[in-house]
C-alpha cells in the first residue's frame, strides 16, 4: 500500500475537469486507487464517487493506491493532483 497527502489549491475544490482527470488517470492502473477526504472513502475510478467528496480548496485529502501497480499508480496521480488541482 502506497499513499500521499495533498491540500487542494484549485479555487473551485475539486470540480468536474480536475476530477475526470484523476478517474482517467485512475481507471489506468490495475490496483484498488481511494480517496480519504473529511473521514470518508471514495473511489478514484468513479467520476460520481470523486465528485460527491466535495472536497473544497484547503482541504487536505489522502490518496491512497493497492495492488499490484500500485507504486506507478502513486506517482501518476500525484501528478494530476499537482497539475490539476
Keep these: 500500500m502506497k499513499e500521499f497527502t495533498y491540500t487542494i489549491k484549485d ?5 468536474a475537469r ?4 484523476v478517474v482517467a488517470k485512475a481507471k489506468e492502473f490495475e490496483c484498488h ?9 471514495y473511489d478514484l475510478k468513479k467520476l460520481l ?17 493497492e495492488g499490484a501497480d500500485e507504486d506507478k499508480a502513486e506517482v501518476a496521480l500525484k501528478k494530476v493532483f499537482e497539475d490539476n488541482l
Design 49 to 65: 464517487s470523486v465528485m460527491g467528496a466535495n472536497v473544497a480548496k484547503g482541504d487536505t485529502v489522502v490518496i491512497r493506491t
Design 11 to 15: 479555487p473551485e475544490g475539486i470540480h
Design 33 to 41: 486507487t481511494i480517496l480519504w477526504a473529511d473521514g470518508n472513502e
Design 18 to 21: 480536475p476530477a475526470g482527470q
